[in-house]
């Protein structure tokens, strides 16, 4: 596994790789509409990976995982295959990325990184951005391998928590 971070120095020196994707994973815990922001300023070649769009639709909880079906048509549809290396960031700096990351590593991606600093690193060292509306990416084939040992279930949850073992609820407040 390649190292989970990867510095803005690092990636703007490989920005030209034929195999590197870009993922603007912004979200916003306020509600607000990380795509407006995506369209306004992005690192350039990124595509928008909508977390509320990319979950499991029919569960009472937010942002659950989806299936491994929906997930490959959703990152195949943004031009990203499982074999590609793959850049995450976000518009605070490391929020939502680290999310779409492990969601990334779940399904079976392997050459999976978050952009240190995101957004606003790469903004403040000056580098270059793009805005106004993404061109459509070409469409890759994403093969989804899920990895159910990275995954708990409430059952595993409460079962570890009878055995005395710590849970950390890392969710926003």
Same mark, same amino acid.
């Given at each position: 596994?390649?190292?989970?971070?990867?510095?803005?120095?690092?990636?703007?020196?490989?920005?030209?790789?034929?195999?590197?994707?870009?993922?603007?994973?912004?979200?916003?815990?306020?509600?607000?509409?990380?795509?407006?922001?995506?369209?306004?300023?992005?690192?350039?070649?990124?595509?928008?990976?909508?977390?509320?769009?990319?979950?499991? +639709?029919?569960?009472?909880?937010?942002?659950?995982? /989806?299936? &491994? *079906?929906? $997930?490959?048509?959703?990152?195949? %549809?943004?031009? #990203?295959?499982?074999?590609?290396?793959?850049?995450?960031?976000?518009?605070?700096?490391?929020?939502?990325?680290?999310?779409?990351?492990?969601?990334?590593?779940?399904?079976?991606?392997?050459?999976?990184?978050?952009?240190?600093?995101?957004?606003?690193?790469?903004?403040?060292?000056?580098? +270059?951005?793009?805005?106004?509306?993404?061109?459509? /990416?070409? &469409? *890759?084939? $994403?093969?989804?391998?899920?990895? %159910?040992?990275? #995954?708990?279930?409430?059952?595993?949850?409460?079962?570890?928590?009878?055995?005395?073992?710590?849970?950390?609820?890392?969710?926003?407040?």
């Amino acid at each position: 596994m390649d190292a989970p971070l990867i510095s803005t120095e690092a990636l703007a020196a490989q920005m030209t790789k034929p195999d590197l994707r870009i993922i603007d994973a912004s979200w916003w815990l306020d509600g607000r509409d990380a795509r407006v922001d995506f369209e306004r300023e992005r690192l350039p070649s990124a595509v928008f990976f909508d977390l509320d769009a990319v979950s499991n +639709r029919d569960s009472p909880y937010p942002h659950m995982l /989806p299936s &491994p *079906a929906a $997930f490959a048509e959703a990152m195949g %549809a943004m031009g #990203v295959s499982e074999r590609d290396d793959i850049v995450v960031y976000d518009a605070q700096g490391l929020f939502s990325a680290a999310r779409v990351w492990w969601t990334l590593r779940t399904m079976g991606a392997e050459r999976v990184r978050v952009l240190d600093g995101g957004l606003p690193k790469w903004k403040a060292e000056g580098r +270059r951005l793009e805005g106004g509306v993404a061109e459509a /990416p070409v &469409p *890759a084939q $994403f093969e989804a391998q899920f990895d %159910a040992d990275a #995954v708990a279930d409430f059952d595993q949850v409460g079962a570890a928590l009878a055995e005395g073992l710590q849970v950390v609820d890392a969710r926003g407040a």
